[in-house]
């Protein structure tokens, strides 16, 4: 059975999520969610909404998907902690280092791929399921037939996106918030600069603000492909958002709703939120109708088009034909030519045949008044129900009581009666009130008292299991002593096993961090100088003085990548690309095999997809940035699997620690030229609306308010670079890297350009 995973950024989402239809949801607490700005769970809510979820069937994902850097793993050591005390059904991560953790020293809990992990083939899935995860979070970019394929050949849960936001970029693989503002994307604090307008030599827009995914036509595709769950993106959202889009995910699933139904959900749904939809690739990957370039935002349900604007009493009005019903104060949205978003307001007059109404049934002819400060309308101008009072009030939902779900461990308890007071005992402690008791005058209902009393557990983590009542005299217990004494008895009980779990956990933290810690290596390296390219041709313009101070040549292949006789064959190093779809896997296997034969022994993975298509006996495999490896444990994750050098994560505000732990193993760019964006959505189809038929390949600059840019567009697939590389030769030698990597990808450089960067490089 296919699961309706609904996300949930705080507890009145997941519990309006769970309550219309979906099967289980996925949240963060504070700290290593992708979802940083939204609230997110405490432990403490965590632990109940987890019971209260499992008490009803459903079940609960916890995202640790964010980069980890070497000074949160003891914060990273509690989280993981929580998560496993409260019986979590899985957790989603991206860092590598995250997942050797809970593998290494908490298998229990079932590891998901996090769609940051840029999995997009079939390889990619496979190599997760030889490293130990039980579920793929597939990258939003494939096509049903990539799905299906995956789905056939791969025995590993897949999870797919159906509704909610898209990025531009492939998710994992976008730097540019980072790069830009220090605010991280892999860090779940992207500022969203994909919404921003950019001017380009083909016009200006916003090129890469993209639609919102909407799979509802195919879900039960996707369900018979064998997708184990169908995601639904939105931890920023509301619970309204939640609610709305469960509920009619939920009818499409099912297949019990008729059409009316399902219209009045999906108007519904929209009217919540809705950017306007698209299918990404899904149907086709050259689709282009995959950006919104004039607008951004919310627009709402599009419920008419403005056929008269008029003046009355200094007031102005806009007159439409609506198609849903409405009510004054509800909100509506102009999608006006020349504004960046839809102009919003409340319907505050709402006028029907020259008198004022308080609502608007679908079909009449409607005015709506302005507000003051209105911009000018005229024309077919589109109109929004952007939210709706009868919508809001259409999706109650159920909070429990904390109390009712608080996860509570066993105990016994044995209470004695004497003339001189009551006694009650558990765990090795005891509480006595000092009360003279009598002689009961229904001895057969002091042991039913007794137990009322101690089965009250309030708000401690208890629960009452075997009770023992020591009364031979048959006296008689006033009710609120006995609460007293179960009261204070609780408390210490509590307090006792809180204290014991947190000195376990105390313990278990400093074992793991001990297992985790790397010393620093004996620090006897040289300065190695790697550099790589996408064309070797770049390198033409070197000398053999200059290939003799370079210890490493990467190439990135492609399926017509040739290696000139002028590199010396010894030095070089093959990459494979981030990114292999369907269309270039047989090309570029072919090429992988022609290089094998040719005596190509050492390679680099860009990607988890490059681990299941090199031979099993290419032994000499390094692992590129785009891995992520921000900690040791993410090094450490690597090395076991036969990885003998990686590349620093760009991202690491101090990456002395790795350097210093892994002196001979850990690279760093000195040269960093880094693709902010790699997306498979061209700029030009989607400000044309077509494909203009460039070639799939070209260079050209464009900028936003963050700053320049530059696109560079290869076979059809774009990566956006900064205005210019960055120079961090000094910074990467003060934080002790000895291994240091000049990149040369992408961008549209001169041989010579190439050598006297290398030579200045050299001198610095």
Same mark, same amino acid.
């Given at each position: ?85 409260v ?15 809970i ?20 390889e ?12 793929v ?24 996106f ?49 639609k ?9 595709r ?18 309204l ?15 019990t +709703? %008729?059409? $009316? @139904?399902l219209?009045? !959900?999906?108007?519904?749904?929209? /009217? #919540?939120? &809705? ?6 690739y ?8 995959? +950006? %919104?370039? $004039? @607008?951004?935002?919310? !627009?709402?349900?599009?419920?008419? /088009? #403005?056929? &008269? ?19 004054r ?51 077919d ?6 939210s ?8 109650p ?80 217990a ?22 014991e ?17 790397v ?17 070797p ?5 070197l ?56 005596g ?24 590129d ?26 991202e ?22 880094l ?19 460039c ?19 290869k ?50």
């Open positions: 059975m296919v699961e309706l995973l609904a996300p949930a950024g705080d507890c009145d989402a997941g519990y309006a999520a769970l309550e219309y239809g979906a099967d289980a949801v996925y949240l963060g607490l504070s700290k290593f969610s992708a979802r940083a700005e939204a609230v997110n769970f405490t432990p403490d809510q965590l632990a109940v909404f987890t019971q209260w979820a499992h008490a009803h069937g459903k079940r609960v994902l916890v995202a640790v998907n964010t980069l980890i850097f070497e000074p949160e793993i003891p914060d990273l050591i509690d989280t993981l902690q929580t998560i496993s005390d019986g979590a059904n899985g957790v989603i991560v991206q860092d590598l280092g995250v997942a050797r953790l593998k290494t020293h908490f298998p229990h809990l079932p590891l998901h791929a996090s769609t940051q992990m840029a999995v997009h083939n079939r990619g899935a496979e190599t997760l399921r030889r490293f130990g995860f039980k579920r979070v597939l990258a939003r970019e494939l096509t049903f037939e990539e799905i299906e394929d995956i789905c056939r050949n791969v025995d590993i849960e897949v999870e797919a159906i509704h909610g936001a898209l990025c531009y970029s492939y998710s994992g693989l976008c730097l540019f918030s980072a790069m830009f503002t220090g605010r991280s994307a892999n860090r779940g604090k992207c500022v969203y600069p994909c919404r921003e307008k950019f001017k380009t030599a083909d016009g200006e827009g916003f090129c890469f603000s993209m919102d995914l909407s799979l509802e036509t195919s879900v039960r996707l369900r018979d492909a064998g997708v184990a769950a169908l995601k639904i993106e939105g931890r920023k959202k509301t619970a958002y939640t609610a709305a889009v469960s509920d009619y995910y939920r009818a499409v699933l099912d297949g +709703a %008729d059409e $009316k @139904t219209r009045k !959900k999906r108007d519904a749904m929209a /009217t #919540v939120f &809705n950017r306007s939809p698209t299918t990404l899904t149907q086709n990957r050259k689709n282009a109708d995959v +950006a %919104d370039v $004039k @607008t951004v935002g919310h !627009k709402g349900l599009r419920i008419g /088009t #403005v056929k &008269n604007v008029f003046k009355k009493n200094d007031a102005r009005f806009v007159t439409f034909k609506t198609s849903h019903p409405f009510m104060y509800d909100g509506i949205q102009l999608e006006i030519d020349g504004l960046d978003r839809p102009f919003g307001f409340s319907a505050e007059t709402v006028r029907i045949d020259n008198k004022n109404v308080f609502s608007a049934a679908a079909g009449q002819t409607v005015s709506v008044a302005l507000p003051k400060d209105a911009p000018f309308v005229q024309g101008v589109p109109v929004y129900l952007a709706s009072a009868e919508v809001k009030k259409s999706y939902y159920t909070v429990p009581r904390t109390a009712d779900y608080l996860p509570r461990r066993p105990v016994d308890v044995a209470v004695f009666l004497t003339p001189e007071g009551i006694t009650a005992a558990a765990d090795g402690v005891s509480e006595t009130a000092n009360i003279p008791l009598s002689v009961a005058n229904k001895p057969e209902l002091v042991e039913k008292s007794v137990r009322a009393s101690f089965e009250k557990t309030d708000t401690f983590a208890l629960s009452l299991n075997k009770l023992t009542i020591d009364n031979p005299d048959a006296l008689f006033p009710a609120a002593a006995l609460n007293d004494v179960r009261r204070r008895l609780f408390e210490r009980v509590d307090a006792a096993r809180k204290a779990k947190a000195a376990k956990d105390a313990a278990l933290k400093e074992t793991i961090l001990k297992k985790e810690t010393a620093p290596a004996a620090d006897g390296a040289a300065v190695s100088y790697l550099i790589k390219t996408d064309d041709e770049k390198l033409s313009a000398t053999p003085d200059d290939f003799e101070k370079i210890s490493e040549i990467d190439i990135e292949i492609d399926d017509n990548t040739v290696i000139p006789p002028f590199l010396p064959k010894e030095k070089i190093r093959l990459c494979l690309p981030t990114v292999c779809r369907d269309r270039e896997r047989d090309g570029l296997k072919k090429r992988v095999d022609f290089f094998i034969a040719e190509f022994k050492k390679w680099e993975a860009a990607n988890l997809w490059a681990f299941s298509v090199l031979p099993a006996d290419i032994s000499d495999i390094t692992a940035w785009t891995l992520y490896v921000a900690n040791a444990s993410a090094a450490r994750f690597l090395f076991d699997k036969g990885v003998q050098r990686v590349v620093a994560s760009p690491i505000p101090d990456p002395s620690g790795l350097f210093a732990a892994f002196p001979d193993r850990v690279c760093a760019m000195i040269y960093e030229d693709p902010l964006f790699i997306s498979e959505t061209c700029h030009k189809k989607t400000l044309a609306g077509k494909c203009v038929s070639g799939g390949t070209y260079n050209e600059k464009a900028s936003c308010r963050y700053g320049e840019v530059e696109f560079a567009a076979n059809c697939r774009l990566r956006v670079l900064a205005s210019r590389p960055r120079v961090k030769k000094t910074e990467a030698l003060k934080a002790g890297a000895r291994l240091l990597r000049m990149d040369f990808v992408y961008r549209k450089t001169t041989p010579q350009q190439v050598a006297k960067t290398v030579r200045t490089l050299f001198d610095m």
